[in-house]
Every structure is written in structure tokens, then in C-alpha cells.
């Protein structure tokens, strides 16, 4: 039973950096796609970053100001978001995604990006 816990959300001022951590725990068997959605009020859970079959890619919004890691020692993913914007603003999750198409979700941590 796969378990996945964000951590790393805060507030912070446009310009400035944050660094978002998912720590999985329980069986990874099987995982081959791991990323980061988000979500803000009155719009739809969007992709950010995703990492499968070795290749990472990125939404439009945060190519060159995002960037998405794994550590499989720790089995941890994180996201380094640089250059912050207030549309960055959002409830950031952790998704690992399996073989046979199996999803599971971290509860989510808030960003908040003031001007």
C-alpha cells in the first residue's frame, strides 16, 4: 500500500524560491511515472512536472523556472521552483502513477505567491 506525503509548501514573495518534497512510503513495485500537479480555486488539477521512462517534462507556464528530481535512496521526488509567480499560487500534489495505470496521490501542500 503506497503512500505518498508532500512537504515544503509555504508563502513567499514573486521572484523568490521554494523547494516542494514528496516521500513515498510503503511498496513502489511497479512505479513508472511519479510528478506534481496543482490546483487553485475555480480551476482544474493541472500537470506541472513529470518524470517517466527517464525523460522529465514540463507545462509550458513553468519550463525554465521548475525542476523536478528524484532521490530513489530516500524515495523521495522533489520540485525546485525558481522565479515565483503570483499564478504559481496553487495546492501543489504528489502523483506516482504504476504500470498498470494506478494512481496515487499525496494530500497536497499549499504555495502562495504574493506581489
Known amino acids: 500500500q503506497l503512500q505518498l506525503m508532500e512537504s515544503g509548501g509555504g508563502s513567499v514573495l514573486a521572484g523568490e524560491s521554494l523547494t516542494l518534497s514528496c516521500t513515498a512510503s510503503?511498496?513502489?513495485?511497479?512505479?513508472?511515472?511519479m510528478g506534481w500537479f496543482r490546483q487553485s480555486p475555480g480551476k482544474t488539477r493541472e500537470m506541472v512536472a513529470m518524470l517517466g521512462n527517464g525523460v522529465a517534462r514540463y507545462a509550458n507556464s513553468v519550463t525554465g523556472r521548475f525542476t523536478l528530481t528524484r532521490n530513489m535512496e530516500t524515495m523521495t521526488i522533489n520540485l525546485q521552483m525558481n522565479n515565483l509567480k503570483p499564478e504559481d499560487t496553487a495546492v501543489y500534489y504528489c502523483r506516482f502513477s504504476n504500470w498498470n495505470t494506478e494512481d496515487t496521490w499525496g494530500p497536497g501542500t499549499q504555495v502562495t505567491v504574493s506581489t
Open positions: 510503503g511498496s513502489a513495485f511497479g512505479i513508472n511515472n
